[in-house]
Structure formats: C-alpha cells, structure tokens
C-alpha cells in the first residue's frame, strides 16, 4: 500500500510539472530597458567585426571566412560543404587591444554559417534572395516580407518574424540592405535592423507593438554579412550574423536561456538551409510555396 501511494505521488508530481510546461500560461516576462551602455557595447563589437570582415573582403582569396581558415581543416571544410553538408562556426571578436568587449545587461551572439549550392551563379543566388517579397514563402520563421524601397544595389525591407522555443515571441523588423561587387564571382551584402518591434497579441484583433527597446529583449539588434563567392561549379554563400538580446535574469533562466541561446544559431541554419533549397528551386523554374 506505501508503495502505491509513493507511486501514485511519483505519477502526480510528473504530471503537474508537465502540466506547468505544456500549458500555454507560461510567466510573463517582464519588459526591460536597452540600456545606452547595451547597444554602445554592441557597436564597439561590430566596429570590431567589420574591420576583420573589410579586410577579408578586399581579396578574392580572402573573401569568405572558410577562406581564412588553416589547412587542412580549410579543405575538410570546403569538401563537405560540396557534399551537401552545412558549416556553423560560433565566433567572438576581441576588441583592437585583445581584450573581451563586455555587454552590460545583454548578450552578443555571433555565428557564421554556410552552403554550397551547385549548378547555379551568382546572379542566380542573387535573383532569388533580392526577391523580399517572397522571403516569407521559404523561411520558417519569416511569417510576412516586404519590400519597401529599392535604389540600385540598396534595399530596405520589412519582415515579421515569429520564433517559438517555449514562449512563442513575434517580432516586427525592418533592415536596411547594401549589396557591393568585388568582381562578376564575388558579391557581399550587409544587412543592418533599423527598427525592431516586439508584436503584443499577435495576430488578435487587440494586437499591437510594444515601445522599441522597452520590451522582452528577446532581440534587439541584428546585422548580417553575406558573401557569395562563385567557383567548384556553384556558388559559396556564407552568412555572418551578429545579433543583440537581454541577458538571462535571475528566477526565469529556464525560460528565456533556451530561446536567447538556441534561436540565433537555429535560425541562421534555417536562413541557409532555406536559401539552399529555395534557390536551386527558383533557379529551375518553379518558385517555392510554404503553408501558412
């Protein structure tokens, strides 16, 4: 009889604990501030990183990071990427004097990522990803894509994003984008948010946009640095992203530490992965259609 009521207990306790899991009443999480000495921070970091990244791109031999990465490790690389495998890489830039740019109340994450995709060129690639419009088509986390403006090789763009790791968090962005060309083989872009806004209610008749920089913090900042480099009979696209979040707070850990950790590098695999498959798509003929 001890034991059944030890096991009836047992099975009681997994199942309010799974219960307080699954359900969709999760704690809130409290707004905070982006703090001056946040985003100071984060610009020193990408300062940093765009030096690195300038230099690397004056060179064709240089151009990509998985160019500057030593042999043999750099040939390892390259000859999975040709396989169809995809390359992450999680990176962190000193500042000028060698030392670690701290980030008071938040956290950098910066990764970098690519794919092979054979068959195609460069203005193939370069075709499918301009095409903003229908970005939320290909990527999973892209719920609306917009163009808003286009001059030349400069775009401004407006997405919504929605991200799900526990909380579910839907953020509206805009992005101002600029595309250079070294040579016909080897093209960059660099991708800035200009205005990121945490969505209240989203998709409810009441919803509506938390102050900019007043709300969950779940992503403050984003840039991206893309490279496209033709050559092995496809084209090299690599991405460089830097993004800024809150920290993870004393009490909620277990709340906000699997999305601010987890989504970054998930959601560059997926821009990659997407980019991959949706433009040899396109480049064949048939433009891709996700359910909504």
Same mark, same amino acid.
């Given at each position: ?7 009836? +207990?047992?099975?009681?306790? $997994? /199942?309010?604990?799974?219960? *307080? ?9 409290a ?23 300038d230099? *690397?791109?004056?060179?064709?031999e240089? /151009?990509?990071y ?29 500042d000028? +004097? ?20 054979? +068959? ?7 075709? /499918? ?9 290909v ?18 763009? @407006?997405?919504?994003?929605? %991200? ?14 600029? %595309? ?10 660099? +991708? @800035? ?15 509506s946009?938390?102050?900019?920089g ?10 991206? %640095? ?33 999305? $601010? ?24 003929? @048939? ?6």
């Amino acid at each position: 009889m001890r034991e059944d009521l030890s096991t009836r +207990s047992y099975w009681v306790s $997994v /199942f309010v604990l799974a219960s *307080q899991i699954l359900s969709p009443q999760v704690p809130a999480v409290a707004n905070v501030e982006l703090m001056p000495q946040t985003l100071e921070a984060f610009d020193r970091y990408v300062r940093a990183t765009e030096a690195r990244i300038d230099k *690397q791109r004056t060179r064709p031999e240089t /151009f990509l990071y998985i160019d500057t990465l030593p042999d043999p490790k750099r040939g390892e690389v390259q000859a999975a990427l040709k396989r169809g495998d995809l390359f992450m890489e999680r990176l962190t830039t000193l500042d000028p +004097s060698g030392k670690k740019i701290d980030v008071p109340r938040g956290i950098i994450h910066h990764w970098v990522g690519d794919v092979f995709i054979p +068959s195609l060129s460069v203005r193939q690639v370069l075709d /499918f990803v301009q095409d903003y419009d229908h970005h939320q088509n290909v990527y999973p986390e892209v719920v609306r894509s917009r163009l808003i403006s286009h001059e030349g090789n400069d775009f401004r763009v @407006a997405f919504r994003f929605r %991200y799900k790791k526990i909380i579910t968090v839907t953020l509206n962005t805009e992005h101002d984008i600029r %595309y250079t060309e070294l040579d016909p083989t080897h093209w960059y872009a660099r +991708s @800035a948010s200009t205005r990121i806004a945490e969505v209240k209610n989203a998709g409810s008749p009441d919803e509506s946009e938390k102050p900019v920089g007043h709300d969950g913090g779940f992503l403050w900042r984003i840039d991206s %640095y893309w490279g496209y480099v033709e050559r092995d009979g496809g084209v090299y696209v690599e991405c460089e992203s830097i993004s800024l979040t809150r920290d993870i707070p004393t009490g909620l850990g277990w709340l906000i530490r699997p999305f $601010v950790t987890s989504i970054p590098r998930e959601s560059l695999e997926h821009t990659l992965n997407g980019t991959r498959g949706a433009a040899s798509t396109r480049a064949g003929g @048939a433009r891709p259609s996700r359910e909504p």
